[in-house]
Structure formats: C-alpha cells, structure tokens
C-alpha cells in the first residue's frame, strides 16, 4: 500500500449553514475583565455546572474581589470594531502573494458625558492584562471561544498590553463632552473563535447591569486630627472642586479601622455623618505616628482605602 | 448592635460603658452631646442586678 501524508488542509472547511444561527447585534455595553486570575488562568466564565443566569449571578461577578470582577460600562456610543486589512508578503514574480497574518483588530467608543477621571480609570488597565466581553444590544454577552475547552467556558477577547487610550473631549457648538476610548485586541486572537451566550437564554436582562462607582476616602482638612478622632469624606471625583460628589448614608458599620503596626482592628466609637457625606469618627487614642487603615464597604461601590496617621 | 440617632451611628453598649462625661468631650462637634448619649443608653441591654444573698 503506498504511502501518504496527513491530510491537515481537508478538514471542517465544509460550508452549509445550520439554522438559527447565533448572530451579534451591535454594542451597548463594554464589560472589562482583568485577563488572568490569581492562579494564572485565564478569567473566564465557566457554564459546566449550568448556573442560573440571572441577577444574583452576574451581580457577583461585578462585587467580586478586584483581582478578577468585571467592570461593565455605561451604555457606550458609536461603537466600532474593525481588522485591517491581511498582512501578505508579495514576490517578484507579481504573481503571488502569500497570507502573513491577519491585520490588528482596534476597537474603539465613546462614553458621552462622562468624567475627566474615566480617562485615567481606563488607562491604568495598560499596566497588566485585561480583556473585554461585549454586551450587544439584544443583551447577548460576546466573547471568545476557548480552544482547547470550547464547551461551555466564554472566555474574554484579550486586550493588547499597553494598547488602551482615552482621548477626552470638551464640548464644542455641536458635540457633547466625551471620552474616546480605543484599544487594540491582542495579535494572537482569531476572529473565529468570536462567539456568545444569548440573551435569550439569561433571566436577567444583561443591558442594565452597572458597574460599582468608584470613590475615594479623603481627610476633611477642615477638622483638625485629634489622638481620638479626625474626619472625612468619601469622594466620588465625578464632581466639581467646590460641589464633590459624595457618599452619603454610610454608617459606623460600613467602616474598618486597623492599626497598621499591631493588625489589631479598632472599635470605633462612633461615625457622625455631620453634614451629607461628611463623616467625624471618634476612635481610642490613637498611637502617634502609626498608620490607620480606614476602610469602608458599601454596596454598589468600590471605596479605596486611606490611613490615617496618629497624632 | 449597631444604632444611629440624630446621624451618629454607634454600638449603644460601647457608648453607654464610655460615660456622659467621657462622651460629650469626644463629640463635640454635636450641637446635643449629652441628649445623644442618653438616647444611645436607652438602647443598651440592661444591665442585670445581682442581689447579695442575706444569710439566716
């Protein structure tokens, strides 16, 4: 019998079409994710278990810890998403060119009317590795296929590292203020491996889900720092110099106080909300010179830390 | 056990076992101190009595 060479170039390339077809609508929502998790594997959602997908699912994923939680845009405007054209080599002979590789896919969207500060939250994302699910406008959730695994498991497209830029805009006579956002996804993705799960098949609907807001924990220099108690504010930056916009309602419980020499958490004594979003803590006698950790939980927010130092 | 009156949250036993005096110092941005801390002791258990037994 003679021999023969692995057919490699006659496989799956067969074109008739299956019905019902899972087919994309265009973009409302960007949902950003970092790319790994702690242990180096890739962030993704995994359906083997056949979770429900409803509110309390994907509410999870966004107040998950920070190292692998999603963070959904706001509805985003004039979303496009293009691949330049194929890379081919040509030879001298004219008569041939060879495919290299396929060109650089970029996205890119506005946020309109939205903060200076997004400019500085969404390129912080160029300093580790984040990819993006996107959210259509039938509530379909995109992302990719993953190859060695496909069943089941949607994996973030992967962003090219250090490919994200915002542009912010100022309002003229004819256009609102904005943010243009874009990036570039990363070379080793294929276009082919695109895929989705369907809104259809979620009991929640994908369009309104939010991100958490985030705020910032600022001393109120106002109020001078006492051995026992100091003030504060909790400071979206989505505001003005002299009309922040700041979190109001939170109470003693929402608050953690730890002594950064010791680790011993504090009992503070109490948390007065004096005016709306202003806050005067009365706390033990704190040891000069050591750091406190002021933390705060909220829900619907990510409120970073802030130390004080005692007097 | 958590409380909040008049926009000051706190533990009413933690509050109640710091005393008037104590309180009313530390919270001196409150335009009603001693009314606050009163509320607060309202809140917080009650402190059970325990009578000397009389021998007969």
């Given at each position: 019998?003679a021999g023969?060479?692995?057919?490699?170039g006659y496989?799956?390339?067969n074109?008739?079409?299956?019905?019902?077809?899972a087919?994309?609508?265009?973009?409302y929502?960007?949902?950003?994710?970092?790319y790994?998790?702690?242990?180096?594997?890739v962030?993704h959602?995994d359906?083997?278990?056949?979770?429900?997908?409803?509110?309390?699912y994907?509410?999870?994923l966004?107040t998950?810890?920070q190292?692998t939680?999603?963070?959904?845009?706001?509805?985003?405007?004039?979303?496009?998403t293009?691949r330049?054209?194929?890379?081919?080599?040509?030879?001298?002979n004219?008569l041939t060119k060879i495919?290299?590789?396929d060109?650089?896919?970029?996205?890119?969207f506005?946020?309109?009317?939205?903060a200076?500060?997004t400019?500085?939250?969404i390129e912080s994302?160029?300093k580790d590795?984040?990819g993006?699910f996107l959210?259509?406008?039938?509530?379909?959730?995109?992302g990719a296929?993953?190859?060695?695994t496909p069943?089941?498991?949607?994996?973030p497209i992967?962003?090219?590292?250090?490919?994200?830029?915002?542009?912010f805009?100022?309002?003229?006579d004819n256009?609102?203020?904005?943010?243009m956002?874009g990036f570039?996804v990363?070379?080793s993705f294929?276009d082919?491996?695109?895929?989705?799960?369907?809104?259809?098949s979620m009991?929640y609907d994908?369009r309104?889900?939010?991100?958490?807001?985030d705020?910032?924990?600022?001393?109120n220099t106002a109020?001078?720092?006492t051995?026992t108690?100091?003030?504060?504010v909790?400071d979206?930056?989505q505001?003005?110099?002299n009309?922040?916009?700041?979190v109001?309602?939170?109470v003693?419980?929402?608050?953690?106080d730890?002594?950064?020499?010791t680790g011993?958490?504090?009992?503070?004594?109490?948390?007065?909300?004096?005016a709306p979003?202003?806050?005067?803590f009365?706390v033990?006698?704190?040891?000069?010179?050591?750091l406190y950790?002021i933390?705060?939980?909220s829900?619907?927010f990510h409120?970073n830390?802030?130390?004080?130092t005692?007097? | 056990m958590e409380?909040k009156?008049?926009?000051?949250s706190?533990?009413?036993?933690?509050?109640k076992?710091?005393?008037?005096d104590?309180?009313?110092?530390?919270?001196?941005?409150l335009?009603n101190a001693?009314?606050?801390?009163?509320?607060f002791?309202k809140?917080a258990d009650?402190?059970?009595?325990?009578?000397p037994?009389k021998?007969k």
């Amino acid at each position: 019998m003679a021999g023969s060479l692995h057919s490699c170039g006659y496989v799956n390339n067969n074109f008739g079409d299956a019905k019902c077809r899972a087919l994309f609508a265009q973009g409302y929502k960007v949902v950003f994710v970092p790319y790994f998790t702690t242990t180096g594997t890739v962030n993704h959602m995994d359906l083997t278990s056949d979770p429900s997908l409803n509110s309390a699912y994907f509410s999870g994923l966004v107040t998950a810890s920070q190292v692998t939680a999603w963070r959904p845009t706001p509805p985003i405007l004039d979303f496009k998403t293009e691949r330049a054209d194929v890379v081919t080599q040509d030879f001298n002979n004219g008569l041939t060119k060879i495919r290299v590789s396929d060109g650089l896919r970029t996205v890119a969207f506005l946020f309109g009317e939205n903060a200076p500060a997004t400019k500085s939250k969404i390129e912080s994302m160029n300093k580790d590795n984040w990819g993006f699910f996107l959210i259509d406008k039938k509530g379909n959730l995109i992302g990719a296929r993953d190859s060695g695994t496909p069943y089941k498991i949607l994996e973030p497209i992967r962003i090219q590292l250090g490919s994200i830029t915002d542009k912010f805009v100022f309002p003229s006579d004819n256009t609102i203020q904005q943010n243009m956002v874009g990036f570039t996804v990363d070379p080793s993705f294929n276009d082919a491996d695109i895929t989705m799960i369907e809104g259809t098949s979620m009991t929640y609907d994908l369009r309104t889900l939010e991100g958490l807001i985030d705020a910032d924990i600022q001393l109120n220099t106002a109020v001078t720092v006492t051995a026992t108690g100091f003030a504060i504010v909790v400071d979206t930056l989505q505001g003005s110099i002299n009309q922040p916009i700041l979190v109001e309602g939170l109470v003693k419980a929402d608050f953690t106080d730890v002594n950064q020499t010791t680790g011993a958490t504090i009992t503070i004594t109490t948390v007065t909300e004096t005016a709306p979003g202003y806050y005067t803590f009365v706390v033990p006698t704190m040891t000069a010179s050591v750091l406190y950790k002021i933390s705060c939980i909220s829900t619907g927010f990510h409120i970073n830390d802030y130390y004080v130092t005692g007097v | 056990m958590e409380t909040k009156i008049e926009n000051v949250s706190g533990d009413p036993n933690v509050i109640k076992a710091m005393g008037k005096d104590a309180f009313v110092k530390a919270h001196s941005h409150l335009v009603n101190a001693e009314f606050v801390f009163d509320e607060f002791c309202k809140l917080a258990d009650v402190t059970e009595v325990v009578k000397p037994s009389k021998s007969k």
